[in-house]
Nanobody, 114 residues
Framework: VQLQASGGGLVQAGGSLRLSCAASRSILSMPAMNWYRQAPGCQRELVAGIKSDGRTNYADSVKDRFTIARDTTYNTMYLEMNNVKPEDTAVYYC?????????WGQGTLVTVSS
């Protein structure tokens, strides 16, 4: 499985950004897909996840601001980021769990200016 993340960039605090993660195969059978992020000098952390049945989970720091979704027609997962804050600055990685393995995209940089 190959994952291609895109959509990162520079955004002002309070603004919005949408990240995309395109998969090389059908995501219908993937039990879980996630977004992680890693800020400079910090460990990679889970931002949001979505299960095959549509259940979602979020880190407390992004609840009510970020929304994770997936479109099985286009085999793509999204992360809608609203009211972004400087502390959201990080490289964002998409992740998929499939056939007992974890797969990672290459990461997309999000920079939030104050």
């Amino acid at each position: 499985v190959q994952l291609q993340a895109s959509g990162g960039g520079l955004v002002q605090a309070g603004g919005s950004l949408r990240l995309s993660c395109a998969a090389s195969r059908s995501i219908l059978s993937m039990p879980a897909m996630n977004w992680y992020r890693q800020a400079p000098g910090c460990q990679r952390e889970l931002v949001a996840g979505i299960k095959s049945d549509g259940r979602t989970n979020y880190a407390d720091s992004v609840k009510d601001r970020f929304t994770i979704a997936r479109d099985t027609t286009y085999n793509t997962m999204y992360l809608e980021m609203n009211n972004v804050k400087p502390e959201d600055t990080a490289v964002y990685y998409c992740n998929a769990y499939y056939m007992f393995k974890n797969y990672w995209g290459q990461g997309t940089l999000v920079t939030v200016s104050s």
